[in-house]
């Protein structure tokens, strides 16, 4: 499995996504998967991978937290609240949606090799 985080130069999200990340692939026993996190600081990148604000969290290729319309671009990227809180929208996935998305990632048959 290939994840990345991409981020903008100075993200403030990173390091939490990060150790969101790390958690939530521990807790679906996935001790030794790995990511990597990538800056995104070009516009004409942003557009051309379609990076729609940072951080965004890619699972083999994919977004699974993508939203339908929203604009490529360098933004940073608010995700809704994962259960109702006062707390409102937030910078980063929640942990039990990215156990999710993980958990389903495995399920899928791994992408054949280039």
């Known amino acids: 499995m290939e994840i990345e985080i ?3 130069p100075d993200c403030p999200n990173e390091k939490p996504a990060a150790e969101r ?12 998967t ?5 800056t995104i600081s070009d516009p004409e ?3 051309r991978i379609g990076f ?3 951080p965004t969290i890619l699972i083999d290729g994919h977004d699974p937290f993508a939203e339908p319309g ?3 671009g360098l933004s940073c990227r608010i995700y809704p609240a994962a259960a109702p809180t006062s707390d409102g929208p937030v ?3 929640g942990f039990d949606q990215l156990r999710e ?3 389903i990632a495995g399920e899928r048959p791994a992408p054949p090799a280039l």
């Open 91 to 93: 910078g980063v996935p």
């Open 6 to 8: 991409l981020v903008v």
């Open 70 to 72: 929203r604009t490529a």
């Open 52 to 54: 729609t604000g940072s």
């Open 101 to 103: 998305a993980l958990t």
């Open 21 to 32: 990340l790390r958690s939530a692939l521990d807790a679906v026993g996935m001790h030794d």
């Open 45 to 47: 990148e942003a557009e």
């Open 34 to 38: 790995t990511f990597t996190i990538r």
